[in-house]
């Protein structure tokens, strides 16, 4: 295992959910994959080793705000990407 497999960005897995929660029937990958990677870079990082040291230490209201701001960049990134596809 490589030094860069040993860690992750919790962001990511927000961001996924808040794709999965506002996914459209005409989503496409490539569009997902856009809309995560500018939702990831208008977030801040908050890297882990193990995702259970994560949970435990984690508070529930910090939690639910990183919830909250990763729905509102995956919404904010949508918006950029529709306005911003190639034809």
């Known amino acids: 295992m490589s030094l860069r497999d040993a860690i992750d960005n919790f962001y990511e897995r927000l961001v996924?959910?808040?794709?999965?929660?506002?996914?459209?029937?005409?989503?496409?990958?490539?569009?997902?994959?856009?809309?995560?990677?500018v939702a990831l870079n208008r977030l801040p990082t908050r890297y882990y080793r193990h995702s259970i040291d994560m949970m435990f230490y984690l508070a529930d209201e910090e939690l639910k705000g990183m919830k909250q701001k990763?729905?509102?960049?995956?919404?904010?990134?949508r918006e950029f990407v529709r306005a911003h596809q190639r034809e």
């Open 16 to 37: 996924v959910d808040a794709i999965e929660a506002t996914r459209e029937e005409s989503d496409t990958a490539d569009f997902l994959t856009d809309v995560m990677c």
């Open 70 to 77: 990763s729905l509102a960049a995956v919404k904010e990134a």
